[in-house]
């Protein structure tokens, strides 16, 4: 995004990568987006990547958009940030998981792991 000047914009960003896909579209279209970037470590273990930092993404969302995006629901019914088969619907919904995770099951990331291991 490189704008982290304007918290409103960053805002929307955070409410976008949160959102479902149809809802994503939109305020990606009003934004005027031509593409989007994520970075994924799954394949090669690397926690920095974006599902890493996402939390962050929607708390500063949740602060300008407190009626649509509550951290809460992005956690699972242990009350846990997690990404694995105990993640919350919310989170399994939102671009910013689909674009991370997409046809990620077909991928054999270590010979001793069920295809889609998230290293």
Known sequence: DNNTWNNSHIALVGKAMSSTESNAFQLLQ?????????????????GGDDINKFLWMVR????????????SNYF????????????????????????????FGKLQTLADQPNGFDR
Do not use: C, W
């Open 76 to 103: 699972n019914t242990k009350g846990e940030y997690r990404i694995d088969s105990t993640v919350s619907d919310t989170m399994k919904n939102s671009l910013m998981y689909k674009l991370s995770y997409h046809d």
């Open 60 to 71: 500063i969302a949740q602060g300008e958009h407190p009626d649509e995006i509550k951290e």
């Open 30 to 46: 009003m934004l005027d987006v031509d593409y989007v970037l994520v970075i994924f470590g799954g394949v090669i273990g690397y």
